[in-house]
Nanobody, 118 residues
Framework: QVQLVESGGGLAQPGGSLRLSCAAS????????MSWARQAPGKGLEWMSG????????YYADSVKGRFTISRDNAKNTLYLQLNDLKPEDTALYYC???????????WGQGTQVTVSS
């Protein structure tokens, strides 16, 4: 069965960095576009970044453009998100998600918590 397992979250200071990972299994990872989304306390789900199957194209929400970098290693079945210049408003539960054949997000991980605080 499809599994997406995020890791790498934690506590960071403003201006700091974290690297999130998402280990994928149960499907042919290299065949599917992937994305990261997040949910801050008391707020709705926010899409942040997407990447195509071979990593040649990436997409970002304006709120994270220039600070976050999405990448993937198809040999390791792993999706990454490098978070730089973190701000307190980046505090959220971060999810990786798989894009299905019809363009919907059909599978989600359990999330990894990122907290930005001094």
């Amino acid at each position: 069965q499809v599994q997406l397992v995020e890791s790498g979250g934690g506590l960071a200071q403003p201006g700091g960095s974290l690297r999130l990972s998402c280990a994928a299994s149960g499907f042919t990872f290299s065949h599917y576009a992937m994305s990261w989304a997040r949910q801050a306390p008391g707020k709705g789900l926010e899409w942040m970044s997407g990447i195509v199957t071979d990593g040649s194209d990436t997409y970002y929400a304006d709120s994270v453009k220039g600070r976050f970098t999405i990448s993937r290693d198809n040999a390791k079945n792993t999706l990454y998100l490098q978070l730089n210049d973190l701000k307190p408003e980046d505090t959220a539960l971060y999810y990786c998600t798989k894009e299905g054949d019809s363009g919907e997000y059909d599978y989600w991980g359990q999330g990894t918590q990122v907290t930005v605080s001094s």
